[in-house]
C-alpha cells in the first residue's frame, strides 16, 4: 500500500472480492467436480494462481491488484482448494469421513499461521513484488504434485472406500446417497446457516492473515529505521 499511497483498511476491498467471487465460483466449480477429472482442475487452479501472482508482481495500479487477485487469485482458490480437497475425501472415505474432513479442513488455517510470519518476513526483505514471485513459485509448483499425488476415486487404483478392495463389497449393495439439486440447496435453511458460518470463519482469517502479514513487515521497517542504518534491501516493505 506503500507503493501506491494508500491506506491499509484498502487491502480489505481485495479480501473482499476475493471472498465475494470464491464464494461465487464455488457453485461453478462444484459442478465441475462433478463433472471432470479433480486432479486436473486442481492443478488448472494452481496455474491460475500462479499466473494471478506473476501479474500482480509488475501491477502498476490498485485496480489491477484488486482484480487480480479478487478475480484470478480467488477462482484458483476455488479451484484447487478446501471445496476440491473435501470432495477428493468424501469420495475416499465413509467408516471415517469426519475425521478425514477434520484433517483436510485443518490445511487452510494452518497454511495461514504459517505462511503469514513468512509473508511479513519476505515483505520486510524483498519487497511485495518479489514475494508474489516466491508464491508464485510455490503454487506453480503445486500443479504437477496435484497431477501426481490426487486421485478422483479409490476406483482408479483398482480400490473400494476406505482402501478396501472391490470385492469386499456386496454386490447386492445399491445404496445411493440421495441427490440434492441447486434450487434445493438454495432453498434449505441449513446451508445458509452453515454459509454463513463458514463466511464468517473466513472472513475474520482472511482479515487477520492480511493485517498481521503487513503489520509485522512494518515493525521490522520501523525497527531498521530506528537502529543503525542498514541496507535498503532489509528495510523495504
Same mark, same amino acid.
Given at each position: 500500500?506503500?507503493?501506491?499511497?494508500?491506506?491499509?483498511? +484498502?487491502?480489505?476491498?481485495?479480501? #473482499?472480492?476475493?471472498?465475494? $467471487?470464491?464464494?461465487?465460483?464455488?457453485?461453478?466449480?462444484?459442478?465441475?467436480?462433478? =463433472?471432470?477429472?479433480?486432479?486436473?482442475?486442481?492443478? +488448472? /487452479?494452481?496455474?491460475?494462481?500462479?499466473?494471478?501472482?506473476?501479474?500482480?508482481?509488475?501491477?502498476?495500479?490498485?485496480?489491477?491488484?484488486?482484480?487480480?487477485?479478487?478475480?484470478?487469485?480467488?477462482?484458483?482458490?476455488?479451484?484447487?482448494?478446501?471445496?476440491?480437497?473435501?470432495?477428493?475425501?468424501?469420495?475416499?472415505?465413509?467408516?471415517?469421513?469426519?475425521?478425514?474432513?477434520?484433517?483436510?479442513?485443518?490445511?487452510?488455517?494452518? /497454511?495461514?499461521?504459517?505462511?503469514?510470519? $513468512?509473508?511479513?518476513?519476505?515483505?520486510?526483505?524483498?519487497?511485495?513484488?518479489?514475494?508474489?514471485? $516466491?508464491?508464485?513459485?510455490?503454487?506453480? $509448483?503445486?500443479?504437477?504434485?496435484?497431477?501426481?499425488?490426487?486421485?478422483?476415486?479409490?476406483?482408479?487404483? #483398482?480400490?473400494?472406500?476406505?482402501? /478396501?478392495?472391490?470385492?469386499? &463389497?456386496?454386490?447386492?449393495?445399491?445404496?445411493?446417497?440421495?441427490?440434492? +439439486?441447486? /434450487?434445493?440447496?438454495?432453498?434449505?435453511? +441449513?446451508?445458509?446457516?452453515?454459509?454463513?458460518?463458514?463466511?464468517?470463519?473466513?472472513?475474520?482469517?482472511?482479515?487477520?492473515?492480511?493485517?498481521?502479514? =503487513?503489520?509485522?513487515?512494518? &515493525?521490522?521497517?520501523?525497527?531498521?529505521?530506528?537502529?543503525?542504518?542498514?541496507?535498503?534491501? =532489509?528495510?523495504?516493505?
Amino acid at each position: 500500500v506503500a507503493d501506491f499511497d494508500l491506506p491499509i483498511a +484498502s487491502i480489505q476491498v481485495g479480501m #473482499g472480492l476475493f471472498s465475494v $467471487v470464491m464464494m461465487g465460483a464455488g457453485a461453478g466449480v462444484g459442478v465441475l467436480l462433478d =463433472r471432470f477429472s479433480i486432479r486436473w482442475i486442481m492443478a +488448472s /487452479g494452481a496455474l491460475v494462481m500462479t499466473l494471478s501472482f506473476l501479474v500482480m508482481s509488475v501491477a502498476d495500479h490498485p485496480w489491477q491488484l484488486a482484480i487480480l487477485f479478487g478475480v484470478g487469485a480467488a477462482a484458483g482458490t476455488a479451484m484447487a482448494g478446501p471445496l476440491a480437497a473435501s470432495t477428493v475425501v468424501a469420495r475416499w472415505f465413509e467408516t471415517k469421513r469426519g475425521l478425514a474432513m477434520g484433517l483436510s479442513a485443518m490445511g487452510p488455517p494452518v /497454511g495461514g499461521l504459517l505462511l503469514t510470519p $513468512v509473508a511479513g518476513w519476505l515483505l520486510a526483505e524483498v519487497g511485495w513484488r518479489d514475494t508474489l514471485q $516466491v508464491f508464485a513459485c510455490a503454487t506453480f $509448483v503445486l500443479a504437477p504434485a496435484c497431477l501426481f499425488v490426487v486421485r478422483n476415486s479409490p476406483e482408479e487404483v #483398482g480400490q473400494a472406500m476406505d482402501g /478396501g478392495v472391490p470385492s469386499d &463389497r456386496d454386490p447386492g449393495h445399491t445404496e445411493e446417497a440421495e441427490e440434492w +439439486s441447486a /434450487g434445493r440447496i438454495l432453498r434449505s435453511r +441449513s446451508f445458509w446457516f452453515l454459509a454463513l458460518g463458514v463466511g464468517i470463519v473466513f472472513g475474520l482469517g482472511g482479515g487477520w492473515n492480511a493485517n498481521s502479514a =503487513r503489520s509485522s513487515a512494518t &515493525r521490522k521497517t520501523l525497527s531498521c529505521s530506528r537502529s543503525a542504518p542498514a541496507p535498503a534491501s =532489509r528495510c523495504r516493505a
